[in-house]
């Protein structure tokens, strides 16, 4: 029982839910109260102690059903099948002792009960044979009688028709070909196979074929019959490795193409990656987000804790003299990003937008802008719509035209160059094409020196920085700082980097 | 003083007293309570505003007939408001009574050495619990029956104060440097932490609780609850206007009306005697619901199609 519920969580991990073993603990505390009996009180249960998000809560549900209704469905089709077996033993009646046919059903609805049990399992086999037997065309005379005994042990297994036995053989072989390892769905086949062969499929294959050429009419009757439960064998294993597909492969591989696409060229990025690529960018916000939301606190000179001093100054006969000072937190950081929206840039300064905004709760103040030719603040448009819609907006809008620099900075002086004070951080993302329009650069040292830094993030590769009508050379000598970003790992190390000194 | 563990007996057993304190709740929410009786974990509601979370925590206390303690956060919340604060006034009063009597307990002895040892017999009662103001949580730990502690919006605290909640909701304890630490009293308190997600509760904290996520009611959850907050209103005016508020969670809205908003609105429409739901009406009441004028004009042209709609249900 215990296993079902870890098995349950190494599944729920495998979807991304964080789960500790803290957690771990409190889920079999609460099993153990609950039960495994109310499948609807087990999930509500459940779903209090194991995920702690919304998000989190959604892919409960998914997996929880998803886990235990396999169970279910197993349980169905045992039920299912025993009845066809009893239905066919009841068929065989005739051929077979009236006895044997009755103990056939006997045992066909306990293994209704308890799949896997097999009293009378075997007799019921049996006759369940012969009524099979007499729909096969080729051997169609061999009447009702006895098989001789399986020698391969897969066929043995197979013959006993024990269901525990061989699933727990079928577990068995799939720990040995490492089926958890299992990434991409087209290598289901293959572990199907491998499983197949782990658990002896040569061995009962060759019997199989043996029987067909043997004269003994009771060898070919056992023959067939063995082919006929190695289709169903098949059937069960490839409906274990899809579990374990599901349960295991599918994060995995999720979790390649996010390593790729961290690496890729933002510029690469196909359309369809693009969700993905925002769960990323959100995924690494957090990430930034947590380890920057501690506020430092700084210390207000000039005013007095009054409590905080009565207090300290106790033990010195309420004599003050170790005075405490009130103090306050530190203010945000206020971050200008300017971002080139022309055709080459667009991608790039699509994802830096959606990376800064996606840090609002450590950086709430984030004003942006964009241009291509004329500059125009779109702080607006991302306080009014979601993220999505503002970026596509934003370049709806502002994408057309050639870049010119100049105007742009011109711009940006008219607007606001009031607002940078010295705790402003300016990011600018652009290539610095200007079309061998007037640079001036003369306004980007204008904020240089008001700002508190100024970080140049250019998309192309250092070498072609200062190649063609680039104009790289002239405004690196007004940045803090120059970096080249065209990946979401530069963009995260930019990012973190800011956070670092800014906050 | 009711049997609390035989109202918590079962799931179903919780629903109905809290359905008796005219508090409607799903299976989930009940469970939530269920488990967190039995396992003695502090639950951790979270949900839009306006679900009932504050309510839940309310209800529970007085379902058990429990005390409730209530701790407000804020930003800027710390120990001293939080868990408990010395009563320097009364310190400082103190430290000049000792004074005038310092000659008294000092006199006749001979040399330093014994003037300190008489000074540590005459007791260390400075920083002792007579001068100790205790606050939400340390009230809460001392509750002799035990008591549901409520700690209401615990995101808009400070990172620093979630990592001062840690050891009260894992071990029922606070420590006090100059006492030592002060456990619960033989029943541990019923924790109930809300927040509205302005910003991640950290993983430490949720690790140790339970999480609850109240949802929007569905609709005839939330026509019971209207049926038993305000029961006079008529039936068929109920399931119009839980319909059409229901249609109004659908759109995008700046604020969607939350089940407080649906209770007022009630209110206001048996005020006005309506019997049933019209355009012109539901125009007029419309700021009873939506709390921004942007909403109320986006919703503007569409109130005529939604309450028709609401009218057939």
Redesign the interface.
């Known amino acids: 029982m215990d296993r079902t519920l870890a098995n349950f969580i190494r599944a729920l991990r495998n979807a991304e839910v ?1 789960i ?1 073993t ?2 771990t603990l ?1 889920a079999f ?2 099993v153990e ?1 609950v039960g495994y009996e109310d499948r ?2 087990l999930k ?2 459940l ?3 194991l ?4 998000d989190e ?1 959604e892919t409960f549900d998914s997996t929880f059903d998803q886990f235990f209704k396999y169970t279910d469905v197993q349980g169905e089709r045992a039920a299912t099948q025993s009845e066809a077996d009893d239905g066919d033993a009841a068929e065989g009646e005739g051929g077979e002792g009236e006895g044997e046919g009755g103990e056939g059903e006997g045992g066909g609805s306990a293994e209704a009960q308890n799949r896997g049990q097999q009293t009378g399992g075997k007799k019921k086999k049996k006759s369940k044979g012969n009524a099979y037997l007499g729909e096969e065309e080729e051997e169609e005379d061999l009447g009702p009688g006895e098989m001789t005994d399986a020698q391969s042990p897969l066929g043995a297994l197979l013959m006993q028709n024990s269901r525990v036995e061989l699933t727990v053989a079928m577990s068995e072989a799939g720990e040995k070909v490492d089926v958890r390892e299992i990434q991409v769905f087209t290598q289901k086949g293959l572990y199907t196979r491998r499983i197949m062969d782990e658990m002896g499929l040569a061995g009962l294959n060759r019997e199989i074929s043996d029987a067909r050429d043997s004269n003994n009419v009771s060898q070919r009757r056992m023959g067939q019959e063995l082919k006929r439960r190695r289709e169903w064998l098949r059937d069960q294993v490839r409906d274990y490795v899809e579990r374990q597909f599901l349960l295991h492969a599918d994060a995995t591989g999720k979790r390649l193409r996010e390593e790729l696409l961290r690496k890729v060229k933002l510029s690469n990025v196909e359309h369809r990656s693009f969700r993905l690529i925002q769960e990323i960018v959100y995924k690494m916000a ?1 990430k930034l ?2 380890l920057h ?3 430092k606190k700084v210390f207000k000179r000039g005013q007095i804790n009054i ?1 905080r001093t ?2 300290y100054n ?1 033990a010195y ?2 004599a003050i003299f170790d005075l405490k000072w009130k103090s306050v937190k530190i203010d945000r950081p206020k971050v200008f990003a300017i971002c080139d929206v022309s055709g080459s840039v667009a991608n790039y300064s699509r994802f830096m937008l959606m990376f800064l905004y996606s840090l609002e ?1 450590v950086m709430p103040k984030v004003r942006s802008f964009a241009f291509s030719s004329d500059l125009a603040e779109v702080t607006d448009l991302f306080d009014r719509n979601n993220l999505e819609d503002a970026i596509a907006k934003t370049l709806r809008d502002y994408a057309g035209g050639s870049t010119d620099y100049g105007q742009a900075f011109q711009d940006f002086k008219r607007l606001c160059l009031d607002g940078i004070d010295h705790r402003t951080t300016i990011i600018i993302l652009g290539d610095a094409r200007n079309n061998y329009g007037d640079p001036r650069a003369e306004i980007l040292k204008e904020m240089y020196d008001r700002c508190k830094r100024l970080i140049w993030l250019n998309p192309e590769s250092r070498n072609s920085w200062y190649v063609g009508d680039a104009e790289m050379r002239r405004y690196s000598a007004y940045c803090h700082q120059v970096d080249e970003c065209n990946s979401l790992m530069h963009l995260e190390r930019v990012v973190g980097n800011l956070l670092r000194t800014v906050t | 003083m009711p049997d609390i563990a035989k109202m918590a007996e079962s ?1 179903e057993a919780l629903k109905a007293h809290f359905e008796e304190h005219r508090y409607i709740c799903s ?2 929410v009940a ?2 309570v269920y ?1 967190a009786f ?2 003695r ?1 502090p ?2 509601v ?1 949900g839009p505003p306006g679900v009932g979370k504050t309510e839940l925590a309310k209800t529970t206390s007085e379902m058990f007939d429990l005390p409730l303690i209530r701790l407000q956060c804020y930003e800027g919340l710390d120990e ?1 408001k939080a868990i408990y604060e ?1 009563k ?1 006034g009364k ?2 009063l103190y ?2 009574v000792l ?1 005038e009597t310092l000659d008294e307990v000092l006199q006749g002895a001979q040399g330093f050495a014994e003037s300190v040892g008489r000074l540590h017999e005459f007791g260390d009662i ?1 920083f002792s619990e007579e001068f100790l103001e205790p606050r939400p949580l340390l009230k809460a730990l001392r509750e002799e029956d035990g008591c549901v502690l409520l700690i209401d919006e615990v995101d808009k605290s ?3 104060f979630e990592s001062l909640l840690l050891e009260i909701l894992s071990d029922y304890q606070v420590s006090i440097p100059e006492i030592g630490t002060v456990k619960a009293t033989k029943e541990p308190p019923m924790v109930f932490l809300t927040s509205n997600n302005t ?2 509760i950290s ?1 430490a904290l ?3 609780c ?4 109240i949802p929007f009611p569905d609709v005839d959850i939330e026509q019971r609850i209207i049926h038993a907050r305000v029961p006079d209103i008529p039936e068929e005016l109920r399931r119009q206007l839980v319909t059409f508020i229901q249609e109004l969670r659908d759109l995008d809205l700046k604020k969607v009306p939350a089940i407080s908003e649906t209770i007022d609105w009630a209110r206001t429409l048996l005020l006005l005697h309506t019997e049933t739901l019209d355009p012109q009406l539901v125009r007029d009441t419309l700021n009873v619901i939506l709390k921004f004028q942007e909403d109320i004009e986006n919703v503007d042209s569409e109130i005529t199609a939604i309450t028709s709609k609401a009218l057939k249900s």
Do not use: N
């Not at chain 1, 995920?51 to 919304?54: A, L, S, V």
């Open positions: 964080r500790s803290a957690e409190d505390s609460c109260l609807a009180h509500r249960s779903s209090l102690v995920p702690k998000t919304e809560k957090k987000a947590a939301s501690r506020r409590p009565l207090r106790m006969d309420g709760e | 799931v299976d989930q469970t939530a488990l039995h396992l974990k639950v951790l979270e001293a010395w320097y310190q400082l430290t000049q004074k400075f400070d990172h620093e910003r991640e993983d949720k690790r140790r339970l999480h609850l996520y």
